[in-house]
């Protein structure tokens, strides 16, 4: 059973506008049980914990039920609801992938300046002990483990725009992707740098590059373990565009 009340100042921000939980009201229905891409008429089973069909809901429109529309223990004044409403279309119109329906766009890149951009991403992949070893001396089953996750990094960062929906089509200059063994603590450490010269930058490129080249040192790697970690996987710096970053 859920149960939810308003805070009493629901517009001076994002936390007191949302509705916080209590005992004082109940209430079923109205959050689906789970997410789903799937349609809700597939044959698949239900594993019996989330009832007796598949809930799909458009995430958008939940959110804006959760701000405007949750039931109340007393009813809060229309200047109330009505700004709640203005601050859910302020989150929407704050994010560039999100349009003022609440619905995703492609930003349009089109009156910026080209400019020379750079960045650099960073990634683990902990192996344990006898995988650690295997990929050392070159030993996998699948061959040479290093250059084929090099390999499939630098692919992956090309294709960023075929995977992430919002991406632009960026024409890359340059794409790196270097692998280290570190010993201490048994990992894989990935770094990948992209470049271009262009109107937006390549941060999801190098995101990308190490995520992919990490998932292939797990793939050449899991018939000899399933214990392996990919972790830390980081924007580490970026240069052009309105600002620079740099993580420390």
Do not use: W
Request: with cysteine.
């Amino acid at each position: 059973m859920i149960t939810h009340q308003y805070h009493r100042n629901l517009c001076l921000s994002a936390t007191q506008c949302l509705p916080l939980l209590t005992p004082s009201l109940q209430f079923t229905g109205l959050i689906p049980q789970y997410f789903s891409s799937q349609n809700s008429s597939g044959d698949g089973d239900d594993n019996g914990d989330v009832g007796d069909s598949v809930v799909v809901a458009d995430y958008y429109q939940l959110y804006e039920r959760l701000i405007t529309q949750l039931p109340v223990t007393s009813s809060p004044s229309a200047s109330s609801v009505s700004s709640c409403s203005e601050f859910s279309r302020d989150v929407y119109t704050s994010l560039s992938h999100v349009g003022d329906s609440g619905k995703v766009k492609m930003v349009d890149v089109g009156s910026k300046s080209e400019t020379s951009r750079l960045a650099s991403a960073t990634g683990r992949v902990q192996l344990g002990g006898t995988a650690f070893q295997l990929v050392a001396e070159n030993r996998l089953k699948k061959g040479d483990v290093l250059s084929t996750a090099q390999l499939a990094g630098i692919m992956a960062a090309k294709q960023t725009y075929r995977l992430i929906p919002l991406c632009h089509n960026i024409v890359l200059t340059s794409v790196d992707v270097c692998l280290t063994l570190d010993s201490s603590s048994l990992s894989v450490v990935i770094k990948c740098t992209a470049k271009c010269h262009g109107q937006t930058g390549v941060e999801m490129e190098a995101l990308t590059g190490v995520s992919v080249a990490a998932l292939t040192v797990y793939d050449m790697c899991k018939s000899v373990s399933h214990d392996i970690v990919i972790s830390d996987i980081q924007l580490t710096s970026k240069t052009g565009g309105k600002s620079d970053f740099c993580r420390h």
